[in-house]
């Protein structure tokens, strides 16, 4: 048995993705020591596990292993913040799950996602009805 056939993840991947992880702490500022802990594991887990589902999705080289997944690495906090604050949003409000897939539509084909909009003080305002409008803010702030 190897590692890869243990764990369920590419070592190439998750060392890649620890770099990420450990390249993405000069883009944060006032860290604890285990909040940069955890955000270097962070990018290692998510591009360790991550990685095989892309690389499978978009028939990846493998060649591809270590950029891929260090960029995995550098954006996962990120990714995560994203995935938590869709899945705060649809925790209060359910009915918003329902107009999740009009906006990839929209975002897909370049049309208007004006109902969506990141904010620069990295929240969320949201407006699926165009009635009312909740700000999200993003984990930690």
Known sequence: MNFEHIFGVKLAALVAGLAGGLVALTYEHNLSPLKAITLIFTGGITAGYSFTALEHYYSLHTSTTGIAAFGLGLVSMRIIDVIMIVADMIRKD???????????????????????????????????????????RLPGE
């Not at 370049?110 to 409008?133: C, E, L, M, Q």
């Open 94 to 136: 359910p009915a918003l799950l329902l107009s999740l897939p009009k906006l990839y539509k929209q975002i897909k084909d370049g049309s208007n996602t004006s109902d969506y909009s990141v904010k620069r003080d990295d929240s969320i305002s949201v407006d699926p009805a165009g009635t009312s409008s909740e700000e999200h």
